[in-house]
């Protein structure tokens, strides 16, 4: 199981890097939960239309996972912030 669960994260962030978040979310999430995550990823994309993610590392054990990641983007629109400034980011998300 926790293999299963490592390539679902996997497949989550494939579909990022290619722009395709809303066939894995319907693939992945349950349809209520789909509809929220569709909504989210639609909002975080038109911010950071060029956002991308790598996975470093995965643990699993049973149903959970844990990663870390390193994320890049460009900030080119509105997202939990109320000006429209420009800027890019480079992180690792964990």
């Given at each position: 199981m926790s293999e299963e669960n490592k390539a679902m994260?996997?497949?989550?962030?494939e579909a990022i890097?290619?722009?395709?978040?809303?066939?894995?979310?319907?693939?992945?999430?349950?349809p209520r939960a789909a509809r929220?995550?569709?909504?989210?990823?639609?909002?975080?994309?038109?911010?950071f239309p060029d956002w991308r993610e790598e996975i470093v590392e995965l643990v699993a054990e049973?149903?959970?996972?844990?990663?870390r990641f390193r994320c890049s983007?460009?900030?080119?629109?509105?997202?939990?912030?109320?000006d429209q400034a420009t800027f890019s980011v480079t992180d690792r998300c964990s």
């Open positions: 994260v996997r497949r989550m962030v890097n290619a722009g395709e978040e809303d066939a894995a979310v319907q693939e992945l999430f349950a929220r995550v569709m909504w989210l990823f639609a909002e975080f994309r038109m911010a049973d149903d959970t996972v844990a990663g983007g460009t900030h080119r629109g509105e997202f939990l912030v109320h």
